[in-house]
């Protein structure tokens, strides 16, 4: 029986894997685990095999349920010590000879792993949206991407290198952009508050599978925060003609302005935003973004995108679902916290 197994002392914590798959990997301690060992192989291969195919350092296998206790035995030998000193253990134990043919479970070095399928791209200019939220913009290397999809920028600073994902905001021919929510002791959000124009910046992707399917169903889109960045590319790329509704939740008024950028580009979407702890010049809607939708009645043949923090993608798939909206017609991605 084959079972998903994550190398995690080499795991880099890039979170592209939960990212892909949040039904499958977690983070724990700052390493990808699944969530559940004992996965169904042939329900859940696509999902896991996208993981595998993007995970920048090869960390992620199927293995055989017989091979698996032998491979946590090396790889733990692997974080503690020298590539050298672990062929020499693993001689004596024979835990090794399992990975014949899997150089890249152990072999590679990590510097090497992380350049893997690299792009450069020269950052250009940053738009400050709200105290909080800016766009970044860079030129486009000439990326092949779907609306919807993220960027890992391979970052660096006096602690080493690391890794942060952000959707893409807008794509054209010769630029592309990031909507990032800048923390304010993040690790990423210090780099970015940094970088000066000329800077050329590392990125692997796009990735993912949170994308905008090519049909002419009508498209209704649940955001909170930056979740409304892959949004915003998908409605670039949605032809006029189909109808589309944008339901959009923030905590404070000053917060909408992002919508208000989307809503002035697209002014034949359809837009609802709620706030949830409005003041008293708001006289919108109130309340979190999921009391929008017992207002509304749906198309059965609707498709929803949901993006935000994963307690509102959560909720919102369940109340859909109980509305006995097809499972197979909801698309989600979790978002988390500038980090």
């Known amino acids: ?17 939960t990212r892909v798959c949040p039904r499958i990997f977690e ?9 559940n060992e004992d996965l169904n192989y042939a329900r859940d291969r696509a999902d ?18 017989d091979s698996k206790s032998n491979a946590k035995d090396a ?44 792009s450069g791209a020269e950052f250009l200019s940053k738009k400050d949206i709200t105290e909080e939220v800016s766009i970044f913009t860079f030129r486009n290397p000439g990326m092949d991407f779907l609306p919807g999809q993220f960027i890992t920028l391979h970052l660096s600073d006096g602690e080493g290198e690391f890794l942060r994902s952000y959707s893409l905001y807008t794509v054209s021919d010769t630029e592309f952009s990031l909507c990032i929510r800048l ?37 209704i889109f649940v955001a909170t925060g930056t979740g409304i960045a892959p949004i915003h590319l998908m409605l670039s790329r949605l ?6 509704l944008v339901l959009y939740g923030v905590r404070h008024e000053r917060d909408a302005l992002l919508m208000k950028e989307t809503n002035e580009r697209f002014p034949h979407v359809i837009p609802m935003v709620t706030v949830s702890k409005p003041g008293t010049e708001w006289f919108g809607f109130s ?11 749906f198309p059965k043949d609707a498709e929803f995108y949901i993006c935000g923090n994963p307690d509102m993608v959560d909720e919102t798939s369940s109340m859909l679902l109980n509305q006995k909206i097809p499972a197979e017609n909801i698309f989600s991605e979790h978002f988390t916290s500038g980090v």
């Open 27 to 35: 983070m724990k301690d700052g390493k990808s685990r699944p969530k």
């Open 183 to 219: 923390s304010p002791n993040g690790r990423g959000s210090q780099f970015l508050r940094k970088i000066r124009k000329g800077e050329v910046i590392s990125f692997s992707g796009p990735l993912g599978k949170f994308i905008l399917r090519d049909t002419q169903s009508p498209k």
């Open 239 to 244: 032809p006029e003609d189909i109808p589309s």
């Open 75 to 118: 790889s733990n030998e692997e974080s503690k010590e020298s590539h050298t000193d672990n062929e020499k253990a693993g001689k004596e134990t024979g835990a090794l000879g399992i990975f014949t043919g899997m150089k890249n479970f152990f072999s590679h070095s990590k510097e090497k792993a992380l350049s893997k399928g690299r």
């Open 287 to 297: 309340g979190r973004v999921t009391s929008l939708l017992p207002l509304l009645s």
């Open 1 to 17: 029986m084959k079972q998903v197994f994550v190398d995690r002392p080499n795991c880099i914590g890039c979170t592209n894997c």
């Open 48 to 65: 896991v095999d996208l993981a595998i195919a993007q995970c920048p350092v090869n960390v992620i296998s199927w293995m055989e349920e």
